[in-house]
């Protein structure tokens, strides 16, 4: 039976070495015991070294909190202090502008209207043909259209100058060596001369101002403006005195709208199909037209010169042939007078033909005239109303190619009937005239052989 010391002795063996491997080297109770207070001893200091610690942390956490807190309060003093020199500020600005706006006066008036003017100066600068010659006079005045502040005296001064140098450009006529940019955006020198801001030519054609560029171009088509081509040359040779020119109010606008007319042919070529065929039967009755009158004016002339001899008939004219049917091969007076009117209605009914020729055709011609620029006109309707349906919409530049047919051909249609009508009027009367002077000769020869049979 084990004594009750070692049994202790080996319940705190079992304590300790579960605490510290190195109790379980104790040789003895007495070393275990002294192991156990050093752990203790050790156990103290580290409890006593961590609670210094935390007290010393406990001060310096203390210390920040009061640190910040004087921060904050030193935060909140500066916020409160510029909050109120905001105001104050705030307050001052407004006074100040107050005063300012008290003391500009009429100054602002000025500024808004300077601020107009120079606007309004870079719009037309920018437009102008001037500006090939003169480029790069706009940028000043666009920054002083969006200024802030008051103009100072020199930009009101070159503002006046630069109004008063388009006044004087605009009344001369200048020329110089200049840029025209090509079709394809190339650059080539020519001899350029402007007429003040109304137009500009060189070698005898219109030129365009390109504003994107700050240059001038030959217009793509001259069109009807080369009607005038022979005073735009005579304004490029001249070196003195007056001369007759051509001028675009407008600054070019007019001539951009001139140079695209479309000349006789394009007005023609818009009939398209039904145009041609009218102007075939025009041309085909004035052919016809021109053809009878020469004969007719023919016919008259030998007409007249066989009134002046009626004793001798010749066949070369209808009078003689009518004369030849009724007097006969040898001369001999008719004495049946039945017959001698059948003869002559006979010969004057194979000489009225001849006389009346394409007259039916004029006739025709007036009649068909308008209704083929009817037919044109309804063509060119259904074409604008067909570009109205693909486009969905009414644009006038849509429309105007099938409207420009339909007018066209109306104005065909009526400008060959309305000739052909005068012209066969004329050669109604014409006819009518040798027609009358056939019967008369005929009733008087006929008139004539019955007062002879009677005589007799």
Do not use: H
């Not at 604008?384 to 349906?389: G, M, V």
């Amino acid at each position: 039976m084990k004594s009750p010391i070692k049994s202790l002795a080996a319940a705190l063996c079992l304590s300790i070495g579960a605490l510290s491997p190195v109790a379980m080297a104790a040789a003895s109770l007495d070393e275990l015991m002294k192991e156990v207070r050093e752990g203790r001893a050790a156990e103290a200091r580290e409890a006593a070294q961590r609670e210094a610690d935390f007290k010393a942390a406990r001060a310096e956490q203390t210390n920040m909190l009061r640190k910040a807190e004087a921060e904050l309060a030193a935060a909140e003093a500066d916020s409160a202090r510029l909050s109120s020199e905001f105001d104050a500020n705030e307050t001052s600005i407004s006074q100040q502008n107050a005063l300012l706006r008290q003391r500009e006066g009429n100054l602002g008036e000025l500024f808004g209207v300077t601020r107009q003017v120079a606007g309004d100066t870079a719009n037309n600068i920018e437009q102008s043909i001037i500006s090939a010659q003169l480029p790069g006079r706009t940028a000043f005045l666009r920054d002083l259209a969006g200024a802030k502040t008051l103009p100072s005296i020199v930009e009101l001064e070159r503002l006046w100058f630069d109004i008063q140098n388009e006044m004087t450009q605009s009344g001369k006529v200048v020329k110089y060596d200049g840029k025209l940019v090509a079709a394809n955006g190339e650059s080539l020198p020519a001899k350029i001369t402007r007429v003040g801001p109304f137009a500009a030519s060189s070698d005898g054609q219109f030129l365009i101002y390109q504003s994107s560029l700050e240059a001038l171009s030959v217009l793509p088509k001259q069109g009807m403006l080369s009607a005038f081509k022979g005073s735009v040359e005579s304004v490029e040779t001249a070196t003195d005195g007056y001369i007759r020119g051509v001028v675009d109010p407008g600054r070019g606008v007019i001539f951009g709208l001139y140079s695209q007319r479309p000349d006789f042919w394009e007005r023609i070529d818009q009939g398209e199909a039904v145009g041609y065929v009218i102007i075939l039967v025009g041309l085909a009755g004035v052919l016809c037209w021109i053809w009878q009158v020469i004969y007719l004016i023919g016919v008259r002339a030998r007409v007249s010169a066989q009134l002046k001899n009626l004793d001798a008939p010749k066949d070369d004219n209808p009078l003689g042939r009518v004369m030849l049917a009724f007097r006969g091969d040898k001369n001999n007076i008719e004495e049946e007078f039945d017959v001698a009117e059948l003869r002559i209605s006979e010969a004057e009914a194979r000489e009225i033909p001849k006389l009346e020729r394409f007259q039916s055709f004029l006739r025709l011609g007036v009649a068909a005239g308008p209704l083929l620029g009817l037919i044109g006109t309804v063509i060119g309707m259904i074409v604008t109303f067909q570009a109205i349906t693909e486009s969905g919409s009414s644009d006038p530049k849509l429309m105007a190619q099938g409207i420009g047919q339909a007018m066209i051909a109306t104005v065909l249609g009526l400008g060959i009937a309305i000739p052909l009508l005068f012209g066969n009027s004329v050669l109604q009367s014409m006819s009518r005239g040798l027609v009358q002077m056939l019967d008369e000769q005929a009733n008087g020869m006929l008139a004539e052989s019955i007062e002879r049979s009677r005589g007799a």
